[in-house]
């Protein structure tokens, strides 16, 4: 008998409906708690049940969303609320979160202790000859065992941001580390202490007005990364959430370890221009015109977004963190994105020594107007592009997935069909309904000559589906880093008011849930999940030490396998494929811009090794100074394209207005700049070269 979702709805529905539900805060709390409970069980893909695992591991994980850097709380508040840490279940199940209630008292007294003593801590200059070290890394470090051990790290940790901001002032008036500036030393520790009091009071009015969200998201968490509970006003927020959106600036934001993390940049918008703020970086603060900058670490993406947004030609400076622990401020005019940039283009790639041409076609996601039915779709806007391509008589083509975070599984399904004559793209499995199989909806091959896909770790989801079957179908080269981002599940959003009797108001709504209901798989049987796509051919990768990825989550849904289906190999393939992946390795090997990202690379995992970070003003000068050294010459990007040439095309595009088209032209031309400085686009060109020489060699 197949599952119906609708089935455990109405279950739920007439479990709520023998609930005396009234608008009251605590009614209200124990509703939400048992609808999530019986939820998770129902619903998951897992099939795990709210045990006494589930809690133990809970437990861990609400630590952790309680206090991650382990700042505030001691080891005597752990060791009270240990007694807890089996009963977690119990307390879904009864709906009365008790750890939480006792657990958010005395974060807000540790928080409230901290405020008491930051002014004291920063009432007279911190000695930065001294030479002492402070360790961030939460992992390495246990709860403090008293107050004077608590004293002791928050001193360091206000040293730390001081001289931080002490050094960005001597670098912007140049001045020397030879003495202290004693005006410039007092106005930055007058500025850490305002900051720190307005972040720590934050800190309290959430901890009171979320502590529910925290601790049920916190617990969720253990089922795997992507179920999720949102609260009445971060349901309103959701296409930020989900998006990651942020009008003004053009960025994808997530949080990450208690800051607002950058994910993407969106092509075309004011932080692509700009071309400072990167994926990885993590911002700290916001600033609007001349005041004071506002600290957002550890506030929620949703709050955040409404500092970052704001008017055309407005300016907001944002203080970042970079991957390599450098605090810089990028400066951004806010504006729209141009819509055009995030579809489909093309370019045509001339070797220039033999006249071959090459296509290329960038893709930054899966998008589909589903609302309209003459919207752009993905798989559409591709199959233009071929069409364009191909009547240029081009002899391979390069699709570019590089930093595409997925969207609609439908064109990621169209899109792979148009590589391959019929046949099956992919299996998706449901707890309860089994194994679906989706194949191509067309029996038509668009392109048929050779093919790479070119991927990273920020290729997602959608971009995995499609490398993954036109891998397994021998169609396709996979050209990229180490592995794609590994995300093959799906999620469904519920509405939990559905199963309310009575809402009143919409303050007196219970939010949604975030589920992960089904995996996807290949047509190999194995699963994108957790590993991710390994490319045939692997490149060193920029973000390799950033750690993107399922696998690097807590909790993800492992890998496994179903059974494989039949399916018909690409009748042309490649011979002496392992002599191109040799050339390939030894031009990787001789290239100097490869040479430097991967000497960046160690060095910044030998920074996250150690986590420890001088206080001795000279050392912290240096160390700065030399990473930025290094950054320098990683952006100072050289013509890497020097045996190719681009050629525009004409092409047909779509747009309102006389000015967006030349801000579009203007942009395809900054485009074509930054190919022809792109390690990996000129390395792939160089495989498919070789791949065609070797095809007609051999025929």
Request: aromatic share 10%; proline share 3%.
């Amino acid at each position: 008998m197949k599952f119906k979702y609708k089935k455990y709805i109405l279950i739920l529905s007439i479990f709520v409906l023998f609930l005396n539900l009234k608008p009251v805060n605590e009614l209200k709390e124990k509703t939400l708690l048992q609808i999530i409970q019986q939820g998770l069980e129902a619903w998951h893909y897992s099939g795990k049940k709210t045990d006494n695992y589930f809690s133990e591991t809970g437990f861990k994980e609400y630590l952790k969303y309680l206090d991650y850097n382990k700042r505030f709380l001691l080891k005597s508040d752990i060791e009270e609320f240990e007694r807890y840490k089996d009963r977690i279940d119990d307390q879904l199940l009864k709906g009365k979160p008790e750890l939480m209630k006792i657990a958010s008292e005395k974060i807000s007294l540790r928080i409230n202790h901290i405020l008491g003593i930051i002014n004291d801590l920063l009432s007279k200059p911190f000695d930065y000859t001294k030479n002492e070290n402070i360790l961030f890394s939460p992992d390495k470090r246990e709860y403090f065992t008293n107050k004077s051990e608590q004293r002791e790290y928050w001193r360091k940790l206000l040293k730390y941001e001081s001289l931080n901001r002490y050094i960005t002032n001597l670098k912007s008036k140049k001045l020397s580390v030879k003495s202290i500036d004693k005006k410039i030393e007092k106005k930055v520790r007058e500025q850490v202490s305002k900051s720190y009091v307005r972040k720590l009071k934050r800190k309290l009015k959430t901890n009171e007005k979320d502590a529910i969200s925290l601790f049920l998201n916190s617990i969720i968490q253990v089922f795997d990364p992507h179920t999720a509970y949102f609260p009445p006003k971060q349901l309103e927020d959701f296409d930020i959430e989900m998006t990651g959106k942020l009008e003004g600036i053009g960025a994808l934001l997530g949080e990450k370890e208690g800051y607002v993390s950058v994910v993407r940049i969106i092509p075309g918008g004011p932080s692509w221009k700009q071309k400072e703020l990167q994926a990885g970086d993590l911002i700290l603060k916001v600033g609007q015109k001349d005041k004071e900058p506002l600290d957002i670490i550890g506030m929620r993406t949703v709050d955040a977004v409404k500092y970052i947004r704001g008017k055309k030609g407005t300016l907001v400076k944002l203080t970042v963190k970079k991957p390599d622990g450098r605090i810089i401020v990028i400066p951004i005019v806010r504006d729209i994105v141009v819509i055009e940039e995030t579809f489909a283009k093309s370019a045509i790639i001339k070797e220039k020594s033999t006249n071959s041409l090459y296509g290329y076609i960038y893709l930054p996601g899966f998008y589909n107007d589903f609302k309209n039915k003459n919207g752009r779709k993905s798989s559409e806007d591709v199959k233009k592009e071929l069409i364009n391509l191909k009547s240029q008589n081009i002899e391979g083509l390069i699709l570019d997935l590089r930093g595409n975070s997925g969207g609609a599984l439908n064109d990621a399904i169209s899109l792979s069909g148009l590589f391959i004559k019929k046949g099956p793209i992919l299996q998706t499995k449901n707890r309860h309904t089994g194994i679906r199989i989706l194949n191509d909806p067309d029996p038509d091959i668009q392109f048929d000559k050779p093919l790479i896909v070119l991927v990273n770790s920020l290729s997602a989801s959608a971009s995995e589906i499609v490398a993954a079957a036109l891998q397994d179908y021998g169609r396709a080269i996979i050209v990229g880093g180490s592995h794609s981002f590994g995300k093959g599940t799906v999620q469904m959003m519920i509405d939990l008011n559905r199963f309310r009797r009575n809402q009143e108001s919409k303050n007196d709504s219970l939010g949604a849930f975030k589920i992960t209901i089904q995996k996807f798989y290949r047509i190999t049987g194995s699963s994108n999940q957790y590993e991710g796509v390994i490319p045939d051919i692997i490149l060193p990768d920029r973000f390799d030490h950033l750690k993107i990825g399922e696998k690097f989550y807590d909790h993800p849904l492992k890998s496994d396998t179903i059974r494989s289906l039949e399916y018909k190999k690409w009748e042309s393939k490649i011979s002496n494929f392992n002599k191109i992946k040799q050339l390939s390795k030894n031009r990787v090997k001789n290239n100097s811009g490869f040479s430097i990202i991967k000497r960046y690379i160690e060095k910044l995992k030998e920074i996250r090794k150690l986590n420890l970070y001088s206080l001795n003003l000279k050392k912290a000068f240096k160390e700065q100074l030399s990473l930025e050294k290094e950054m320098k010459i990683i952006n100072k990007k050289e013509k890497q394209l020097k045996d190719f040439s681009i050629i525009s095309l004409s092409l047909n595009r779509r747009f309102n207005s006389e000015k967006l088209k030349k801000v579009a032209e203007e942009m395809e031309k900054t485009w074509h700049e930054e190919m022809e400085k792109d390690l990996y686009l000129n390395e792939s060109l160089l495989i498919l070269r070789d791949i065609i020489n070797n095809s007609k060699k051999n025929s």
